[in-house]
């Protein structure tokens, strides 16, 4: 079962406003990866998702970005895209280097403060921090958030320090990163939410390793956490629609989403890999009660690092291992969600006070 | 909660041969009505789905068409269009009504008969079972099997008479129509398989009915089935990969699917109605283990009629109905699913002879 070195090369940076309750996190991925994607929520923020798809000519990824700040967040991207390329990392061309970033982003601008959102600087920091954990990789991590654990285990992941952008509050396990702003259950009404965070598992099987990294700000609740054994409540009130929108102060409508990145050390093909963020919605769809809503921005990139090699496609193994891919890719997102309960921040939710009615 | 008529003027067929092991089930849905529709599995047999999609320019849905007989089983939807066609149903034309019908078949060839599958002749009598039933809403439905009963209670679907195709096998609960020969739990390996069957189940909430009608024949477990409560097998067993492929006359690659059909009364959209098909998939992720295979040919065609009247779409009360309607989807999707151990028959599965080997 020892799996040390199978994700060699794969390294996770974070970024943290423990006080603006935002963050981001970069998982730069090794040379020759390869990748694709999905979206299935209704209110995604996404960036080089298109350059994803199997019938894009572009084959290889670099890194992947989770953010907060919801759309703002995506700048972010810019950031690491400029750290890589310094470091020389990206698609070659006569002008020089294009890394190829994909970027999500979730909705955390009412808590904390909605004027601090991850921009160039601090993806820039938070990549840094990816790639000073890669090119040392028998270094000790420090200050590595407990909610890391799974990926540091047997080495699966090279965790960067947290490093800038911490203000004074302790880091909780869980609210790092990408994960810092994150809430879930929202569709009980924001004073029955609780905090969500960052995630992650691995599944190991087959010779192969599927480790799943998840930033939960769902508007759903998640298996095992919050109020999830509670009764559902009604989706549509008799009276109110508070939950959706029909107050933008209070509502949560648009403010959710939940970010994921498998990685994977088989060598798949786009195709394959789009299988397997495919699974990764199943495990959302296992985990979440309700999932993939329309005010979701639900999305997952899924990276193959090709350092394990399958089948050959005329090979009916090929099918099987595929199959059996895809099945981690479920497995690691749905056990991912389960720790959320174990590594979220606990007490109240600094919501930030809803703005003054317009004239008032 | 009373919501007799909700889904009036739905109706359901089917045509049974329960020794052969084979089968066809039709839906025709009331005039007026829409649909759209998802795959999600990698080994789909289907028919009308492009027209389903939010960017096709017709609206309408006559009936859909669920049946055996692999590919060879959308044969029947020309007997459902002749049949409609008579009975004045379709789009109309110059040259004379054409009705909308989505046809989606799963693979039984190998339990009972391989040679008989359902044709233009036995779509057509499930289509007049179906036509019948809901011309005389009032008769007392006939020989109706109990897996049915959910979609009778309340008078959510009238149901057809099973009517023709059977030979002298007594109609067993779950085996009717299109899921007369489904099996589940084949990624166990065929002596493992339970049997599967067609099952159903509704919900009512927030003045809505959402119906799910699943004809289940997976590659996987179903939940609370069979072997469903076992630990899982390795997908990639070290010495053999017989349930994928490896020996065409004994595995299972290829030779599942599960099949879903959602009705709802409420008047949406086609690009709604897919929303509600993306939830029958999350309940598929539900109630499966694992779900969505690559040997599955995983489809949800989900249809509205029209009868109740949703906010408008500047009302962000819309997003809330819509999210609701969803969320039946996947629970009445899961709810039917986990019906399959009451329903399906026991006793040993008919699996064929293997053909014998080329030359011999």
């Given at each position: 079962?020892?799996?040390?070195?199978?994700?060699?090369?794969?390294?996770v940076g974070?970024w943290?406003d423990?006080?603006?309750?935002?963050?981001v996190?970069?998982?730069?991925?090794?040379?020759?990866?390869?990748?694709?994607a999905?979206v299935?929520?209704g209110?995604?923020?996404?960036?080089?998702f298109?350059v994803?798809?199997?019938?894009a000519?572009?084959?290889?990824?670099?890194a992947v970005?989770l953010?907060g700040?919801?759309?703002f967040g995506l700048?972010?991207v810019?950031?690491v895209m400029?750290?890589?390329a310094e470091?020389g990392r990206?698609?070659?061309?006569?002008?020089?280097?294009?890394?190829?970033?994909?970027?999500?982003s979730?909705f955390?601008?009412?808590?904390?403060s909605?004027q601090v959102r991850?921009?160039?600087?601090e993806?820039?920091?938070?990549?840094a921090?990816?790639?000073?954990?890669?090119?040392?990789?028998?270094a000790?991590p420090?200050?590595v958030?407990?909610?890391?654990a799974?990926a540091?285990?047997?080495g699966?992941h090279?965790v960067g320090?947290?490093?800038?952008g911490?203000?004074?509050?302790?880091l909780?396990?869980?609210?790092?990163g990408?994960g810092?702003?994150?809430?879930?259950s929202?569709w009980?009404?924001r004073?029955?939410a609780?905090?969500?965070?960052?995630?992650t598992?691995?599944?190991?099987?087959?010779?192969?390793s599927?480790?799943?990294l998840?930033a939960?700000?769902?508007?759903?609740?998640?298996?095992g956490?919050g109020?999830?054994?509670?009764?559902w409540?009604?989706?549509v009130?008799?009276d109110?629609?508070g939950?959706?929108?029909a107050?933008a102060?209070?509502?949560?409508?648009?403010?959710?989403?939940t970010?994921?990145?498998?990685?994977?050390?088989a060598d798949?093909?786009k195709t394959?890999c789009?299988?397997l963020a495919?699974g990764?919605?199943?495990?959302?769809?296992?985990?979440?009660?309700?999932?993939?809503?329309?005010?979701d921005?639900d999305?997952?990139?899924?990276?193959?690092t090709?350092?394990?090699p399958?089948?050959?496609?005329?090979d009916?193994r090929?099918?099987a291992?595929v199959e059996?891919l895809?099945w981690m890719?479920?497995?690691?997102?749905?056990?991912a969600l389960?720790t959320?309960a174990?590594v979220a921040p606990?007490g109240p939710?600094?919501?930030m006070?809803p703005p003054a009615e317009?004239?008032?």
């Amino acid at each position: 079962m020892s799996t040390l070195g199978d994700l060699s090369g794969v390294a996770v940076g974070h970024w943290t406003d423990a006080e603006a309750r935002t963050g981001v996190t970069v998982v730069v991925l090794p040379e020759g990866s390869t990748a694709s994607a999905e979206v299935r929520g209704g209110a995604p923020a996404t960036r080089e998702f298109d350059v994803l798809a199997p019938s894009a000519t572009v084959t290889r990824l670099d890194a992947v970005v989770l953010s907060g700040g919801s759309a703002f967040g995506l700048a972010s991207v810019d950031g690491v895209m400029s750290t890589l390329a310094e470091a020389g990392r990206g698609f070659v061309t006569a002008g020089g280097v294009v890394p190829i970033v994909a970027g999500m982003s979730l909705f955390d601008l009412t808590v904390g403060s909605s004027q601090v959102r991850p921009g160039a600087a601090e993806g820039a920091a938070a990549a840094a921090a990816a790639l000073s954990a890669v090119s040392s990789p028998g270094a000790e991590p420090q200050a590595v958030p407990e909610s890391m654990a799974n990926a540091i285990e047997g080495g699966k992941h090279a965790v960067g320090q947290p490093a800038v952008g911490q203000r004074g509050v302790e880091l909780v396990f869980g609210a790092v990163g990408a994960g810092t702003g994150a809430t879930v259950s929202k569709w009980r009404g924001r004073d029955h939410a609780a905090a969500g965070g960052l995630v992650t598992a691995t599944v190991v099987e087959g010779g192969f390793s599927v480790s799943a990294l998840v930033a939960v700000n769902a508007f759903g609740d998640v298996v095992g956490h919050g109020p999830a054994g509670e009764p559902w409540p009604s989706l549509v009130p008799p009276d109110e629609v508070g939950a959706f929108g029909a107050d933008a102060a209070t509502s949560s409508a648009g403010t959710n989403t939940t970010l994921g990145v498998i990685v994977t050390d088989a060598d798949l093909t786009k195709t394959e890999c789009l299988l397997l963020a495919q699974g990764a919605h199943d495990g959302y769809a296992r985990a979440i009660t309700p999932p993939h809503c329309r005010v979701d921005g639900d999305a997952v990139v899924a990276a193959a690092t090709g350092a394990v090699p399958l089948a050959d496609p005329s090979d009916p193994r090929r099918v099987a291992e595929v199959e059996l891919l895809r099945w981690m890719a479920v497995r690691a997102t749905a056990d991912a969600l389960a720790t959320l309960a174990g590594v979220a921040p606990t007490g109240p939710i600094p919501w930030m006070t809803p703005p003054a009615e317009p004239g008032s």
